[in-house]
């Protein structure tokens, strides 16, 4: 079975472009997690969604980040304009189930530099 | 709220040394505690977990105990590879945020040869 999907891979752009990140989940997973990964933050959990609709957008760090999933089978995270300091490895994640236990699975991550 | 504190990396170890990577938790009730590692290039990729107390969580010969009185979730290794070199990440899952995972600051491991 095919893990969880994203695109592009690398991306590169210049500072006050938009950028658009997307992500599909493993088929019949209900929940879908954003991720940032710095170097000086570490690991943050930017939004996560279940069964498509958004229910914790509590780690996006301003209104220039933006993300949809506008059906089960993709999602989008866009930030617009795009800033230096937004340069980070892009995560998304699926989970089949809301419990404790579940397993995450990610994606091989968007690696995104702003000039 | 929910934490988790990792040892800082990295660390350098020789193939057939014991590895451990200290964690230890805050969280209100009884989280379920997993070990993600992230290889090279790669996204993070469930280790092991454990979900409650005096479980022990292995794979590839990687162990760890959900230890709720010191709330620590230690991950050992008895023999290491030079393929172990990797970011391991300890995590957790408390019941009050459902399946949101927090993460520790992960740990760098470099295994020589």
């Known amino acids: 079975d095919a893990g969880v999907i994203q695109s592009p891979r690398h991306e590169v752009t210049e500072m006050g472009q938009e950028v658009t990140l997307r992500c599909k989940p493993i088929s019949g997973h209900d929940y879908l997690f954003w991720y940032r990964q710095t170097m000086m933050r570490g690991l943050e959990l930017l939004i996560y969604f279940n069964n498509n609709v958004p229910i914790d957008d509590s780690g996006m760090p301003e209104d220039r980040f933006s993300a949809k999933m506008p059906n089960a089978s993709f999602s989008t995270l866009k930030i617009q304009p795009s800033e230096p300091r937004d340069s980070a490895v892009y995560f998304c994640?699926?989970?089949?189930?809301?419990?404790?236990?579940?397993?995450?699975?990610f994606g091989p991550g968007t690696r995104l530099l702003v000039l | 709220g929910d934490s988790v504190t990792q040892m800082e990396g990295p660390v350098t170890l020789s193939e057939e040394a014991f590895l451990t990577i200290n964690c230890t938790y805050t969280a209100t009730g009884y989280p379920s505690l997993f070990w993600y590692v992230q290889y090279p290039g790669e996204g993070l990729q469930l280790l092991l977990k454990a979900t409650k107390a005096d479980d022990k969580g292995s794979n590839k010969g990687f162990e760890a105990t959900y230890r709720k009185e010191t709330t620590s979730f230690h991950l050992e290794k008895g023999s290491v590879q030079v393929s172990d070199s990797a970011v391991y990440f300890c995590a957790l899952s408390g019941r009050a945020a459902g399946n949101k995972l927090t993460f520790g600051g992960g740990t760098r491991v470099l295994v020589k040869p």
């Open positions: 994640a699926s989970t089949l189930s809301g419990l404790v236990f579940e397993t995450q699975y």
